[in-house]
Each structure stands twice: as structure tokens, then as C-alpha cells.
């Protein structure tokens, strides 16, 4: 079984308005860390925002706020007020494992979701 | 504040050449470093990471290899490219602090084997 699914290749957004990413996880690990990033044309990885799994809060980070809903084992992202710079592919990924352990430093990666702003 | 480097940033080598990739970091000291492979369209795949000088993790057998001669500095290698090499290459770094174990990339190698 895939550890990190994003069942949306790609979404289409109308400026201004608010769309949801989907992703959901698979781990058996108690400590588990999900990000997510945004991969503009130009190639990098920019890190968008991080949950913990024992944070209680759902993270946020300006007009991105991620939707963790642990008992169903999802994390998806939602952005709001899309901007047409938003437009890029977007990466869940998902840490294993309590930090230090080997399974830590790696990072699972979904397949990505490519979005597209329109004006 | 923390920078990433690496280069070139595009590559194009014929099968069966050596390949060297450099990856720098500044503004942080003793950083975690990893390097992954994008292949067209998909996700991250992490090959290396190294949690200090000389300490090399490997994630997939493959024909390549990595060192990391100095504290910033992380290298990838191989001897004989193959087709299947081409792809895109990313660099990260972390901190090693829990908590704080966010991993941000650098700006890519783009290699295409011929």
C-alpha cells in the first residue's frame, strides 16, 4: 500500500477562492510528522507548512492551513484567497518514526497534485 | 539566514561518463543532508542522507554514491551514468532538533543521460 496518496492529479481554482488538496497517509507509527510543499515550473521544493502528529491544533501558515483529521489519516491542504502565483504541483509527504530513529530522516512523497489558478 | 546551493543546474552527459553533483549549505552548522531523484511527473524519491561528516546513508543500491567531505558539503557520484540516471536532482538540509526536522531543498540539477 502507497504510505502518502493524492488521488488529485490535477484541480483547477478560480482567483480568489479557496480550494482543498487531498492527502491521505498510512503509518502504524505512533510519532509521524506531514508537510506539504509547492513545486513552482522552476523545479525547487518550497516547504508550505508542517503538522506534527501530537500537535492537537491544525497548522497554519498565512493563507495555508492544513486540515488534519488523525482518526481518518488524512492531511490535506487548503489555501485561501488563490493568487495565480499559487499555481504550481503540490507534495504531501509524510516523516515516520520518533526523531533520530534511521525511518525519521526520510521523507515519503506523494505523487503531487497539479494546480492550476485561474484568473 | 540558511542557503542552499547546488550545481550545475543543468547537466546533459553521455551513458557510461562519471557524474559529480555538489551541494553546499550555508548559514548552519551540522546540518542533516539528503539527496533525492524526481523522475518526470512523479514524486521525491530520497537516495543519501548524512547526519555528519563521513556518515552516509544509503535508501536505494543503485550506481550511485555520495560522500560528504566537509560539514556543509554533500556530493553525488557515480562512476558510468545510465539512461535510467536522467532525472531531477534535489538537495535538503535540516536541523537535527525534534521538532524543527522541516527539510528545505535547494534549486535542482536537472541531468539528462544520453
Known amino acids: 500500500a502507497q504510505k502518502i496518496t493524492q488521488t488529485q492529479p490535477g484541480m483547477f481554482v478560480q482567483e480568489k477562492e479557496a480550494v482543498t488538496l487531498d492527502c491521505t497517509y498510512d503509518?502504524?507509527?505512533?510519532?509521524?510528522?506531514l508537510f506539504w510543499y509547492k513545486q513552482p515550473s522552476s523545479g525547487e521544493m518550497i516547504f508550505l507548512i508542517y503538522q506534527g502528529s501530537y500537535d492537537e491544533q491544525n497548522a497554519t501558515e498565512g493563507r495555508y492551513s492544513l486540515n488534519f483529521q488523525k482518526a481518518r489519516k488524512s492531511a490535506n491542504l487548503v489555501i485561501s484567497a488563490s493568487q495565480l502565483g499559487d499555481s504550481a504541483m503540490y507534495f504531501c509527504a509524510m516523516r515516520e518514526g520518533e526523531w533520530g530513529m534511521d525511518s525519521s530522516y526520510k521523507l515519503i512523497f506523494g505523487s503531487g497534485t497539479r494546480l492550476l489558478v485561474r484568473p | 539566514s540558511q542557503t542552499i546551493h547546488q550545481w550545475p543546474a543543468t547537466l546533459v552527459q553521455p551513458v557510461g561518463s562519471p557524474l559529480s553533483l555538489e551541494c553546499t549549505v550555508e548559514?548552519?552548522?551540522?546540518?542533516?543532508l539528503y539527496w533525492y531523484r524526481q523522475a518526470a511527473g512523479r514524486g521525491l524519491q530520497l537516495l543519501f542522507y548524512s547526519v555528519g561528516i563521513g556518515q552516509i546513508s544509503s535508501e536505494v543500491p543503485q550506481n550511485l554514491s555520495a560522500s560528504r567531505p566537509q560539514d556543509r558539503q554533500f556530493i553525488l557520484s557515480s562512476k558510468k551514468l545510465l539512461l535510467s540516471d536522467s532525472g531531477f536532482y534535489l538537495c535538503a538540509w535540516s536541523v537535527d532538533r525534534v521538532g524543527r526536522e522541516t527539510q528545505y531543498f535547494g534549486p535542482g540539477t536537472r541531468l539528462l543521460v544520453l
Open positions: 503509518t502504524s507509527d505512533q510519532s509521524y510528522g
Open positions: 548559514g548552519t552548522s551540522n546540518p542533516n
